[in-house]
């Protein structure tokens, strides 16, 4: 008898078992972090930009000196000097005191501007930048400024991006090239990361051969044992992957206790004899070395489902059919590796149109895989085993349980995959 759970209890089981409050974690390079989970937050040590930058190539200014300035009458201003990227110069408006020494004054009756270009240090006494576009060059080092500008205008000023203290990113947060780039600004050149967990994965079945081999009648290339390791490193795990077992208690238990033990898995998938028959063998085998935390779950497809614990670590049983194994994979696989991660999974979600009534009486949850072509959602139809359905999904649409079916033209949630 399977003890069948709804998709709402199996979450809250796997909330309940695997939900961690500490984490298992490396340092990394920062250049490699990308897909990575953050493990603690980012607090800026500094002031980015450390210094006022201009952000045009123009003449740093007074802006009061600006003001009134036109294309009939522009504003006169002396260039006193250039400052070169990477460096400052310290000014002094004719107010050079023993406490601010400066290395050059500069007489503040005279319109005074330096030139800059964009990222320049901006002067002290100076407030705003105007771009070169508005102004003309005279000679002897006068130009014309036809407009005026604000104090702050085209400055980014110390600390106006981060400032020293601020929390950056928060822990537990999937790392993007972004965030690198900012990681840099700050000079982090390494950072801490989420270890990722170890995911064992063992296929089932007499009938089973590798990819490599060419399957004898009544024989299929292990599917799920590709598949399934491609999906544990795409939602950020490491595949270990064990290969085929036969249909056989005691080599299952062997190799399950290998895996925990030896290979030091973290989340261990058994495909394939996950149902209640004579040949199933996973329920058995997670419960003489384990606890078997349910079995079954009111769902289409996917019901021959099993989540137990064994030292402590998550074993699932998924179905054989790849269709399943994989739907099972994102709705519930993804939801340990989360909490093992520390991370709330974020599904991208789109609202479509059914392009066909689809019937569900069947008392299970129906997750109906979808081709999504234009806005309209096509359910992927075949008899149930069909591996060449995997190749059209975009994603899926759920029914709920008690839903009688959905009439052509319904608005319909799907979810990407
Ligand atoms: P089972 O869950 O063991 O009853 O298997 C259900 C169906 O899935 C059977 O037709 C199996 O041959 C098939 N199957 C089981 N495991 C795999 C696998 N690793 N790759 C491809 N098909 C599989
Ligand atoms: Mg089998």
């Known amino acids: 008898m399977l003890n069948v759970l709804t998709p709402t209890e199996v979450i809250d089981v796997i909330n309940k078992h695997f939900t ?5 974690y490396e340092k990394i390079f920062t250049v490699n972090s990308v897909g990575r989970i953050l493990h603690t937050d980012i607090i800026s040590n ?16 007074r802006a009061s000196d600006t003001f009134g300035s036109s294309e009939s009458i522009p504003a006169v201003m002396t260039v006193t000097h250039e400052i070169l990227m990477g460096k400052i110069i310290t000014t002094s408006l004719n107010k050079e005191t023993d406490e601010n020494p400066a290395n050059i004054t500069i007489d503040e009756n005279n319109n005074p501007c330096v030139a800059i270009s964009t990222g320049g240090a901006v002067p002290e006494g100076f407030d705003a930048v105007v771009m070169v576009e508005h102004t003309e060059s005279y000679s002897d080092n006068m130009i014309g400024i036809s407009k005026p500008v604000a104090p702050g205008n085209n400055i980014i000023f110390k600390g106006d ?27 982090f050149e390494y950072i801490n990361v989420r270890k990722k967990p170890r995911i064992g994965i063992i296929s089932t079945g007499d009938e089973l051969v590798n990819i490599t081999d060419t399957p004898s009648d009544g024989e299929v290339r292990d599917v799920n044992g590709c598949m399934l390791a491609a999906a544990a490193k795409k939602y950020g795990g490491i595949e270990v992957s064990y290969g085929i077992v036969r249909d056989d208690e005691e080599s299952l238990i062997n190799v399950l ?4 033990k030896n290979l030091d ?31 079954g779950i009111a769902i289409k497809p996917g019901k021959p489902t099993i989540l137990g614990i064994v030292n402590e670590k ?9 269709v399943a194994a994989y739907m099972v994979f994102e709705l519930f ?33 129906e997750i ?33 349980r008690n839903c009688e079916g959905l009439s052509k033209g319904t608005e319909v949630e799907l979810v990407y995959v």
């Open 20 to 24: 961690k409050t500490t984490f298992q």
């Open 46 to 61: 500094e002031d980015v930009p450390g210094f006022d930058r201009s952000t045009v190539d123009g003449y740093a200014v």
């Open 161 to 187: 991006d981060v400032s020293k203290g601020d929390l950056v990113l928060k822990a537990g947060a999937e790392l993007t090239v972004h965030d690198v780039g900012v990681l840099a600004a700050l000079g």
């Open 257 to 260: 206790k290998n895996c925990i």
């Open 265 to 295: 898995c973290d989340i261990i998938l058994i495909s394939g004899g996950s149902s209640a028959g004579d040949k199933d063998k996973t329920a058995k085998v997670i419960e003489s070395l384990g606890e078997l935390l349910f079995h």
């Open 314 to 322: 998550p074993v699932f049983g998924l179905p054989g059919h790849p």
């Open 333 to 365: 696989v993804r939801e340990v590796i989360s909490c093992y991660l520390g991370t709330t999974i974020k599904r991208k979600t789109t609202i479509a149109k059914l392009n066909e009534a689809i019937s569900a009486n069947h008392g299970r949850e």
């Open 368 to 400: 109906v895989p979808v081709k999504l072509v234009n806005g309209v959602a096509i359910p992927i139809k075949g008899k149930s085993g069909l591996i060449s359905k995997l190749i059209d999904i975009n994603g899926y649409i759920i029914i709920p």
